[in-house]
């Protein structure tokens, strides 16, 4: 079954940075575009990046551009998150997101707070 596991959240400083990982399995990886989501306290959960199969096309929300950037690993099934210059409104749950199917498919989050 699909398996989408996060890792690489913790307490970071602003100004700080920190990768986030995520890594698949059950499904082949490469034929997938990968997303990353978060969620503050008391919001909706937003779109932060997604990356297309290959890894040749990205988007990011315009709240993270020039500070976050997506990539992936289609040899080692993994998608990363590297969250630079962060902020203490980048605080959130991240969590990895594909679809495939017409089924949408969550990882369980990694919690990033960002605080002095």
């Known amino acids: 079954q699909v398996q989408l596991v996060e890792s690489g959240g913790g307490l970071v400083r602003p100004g700080g940075s920190l990768r986030l990982s995520c890594a698949a399995s059950?499904?082949?990886?490469?034929?997938?575009?990968m997303s990353w989501y978060r969620q503050a306290p008391g919001s909706e959960r937003e779109l932060v990046a997604s990356i297309s199969s290959a890894g040749g096309s990205t988007n990011y929300a315009n709240s993270v551009k020039g500070r976050f950037t997506i990539s992936r690993d289609n040899t080692k099934n993994t998608v990363y998150l590297q969250m630079n210059s962060l902020k203490p409104e980048d605080t959130a749950v991240y969590y990895c997101?594909?679809?495939?199917?017409?089924?949408?498919?969550w990882g369980k989050g990694t919690l990033v707070t960002v605080s002095s």
């Open positions: 997101y594909t679809w495939i199917g017409r089924v949408n498919y």
């Open positions: 059950g499904f082949t990886f490469s034929s997938y575009a």
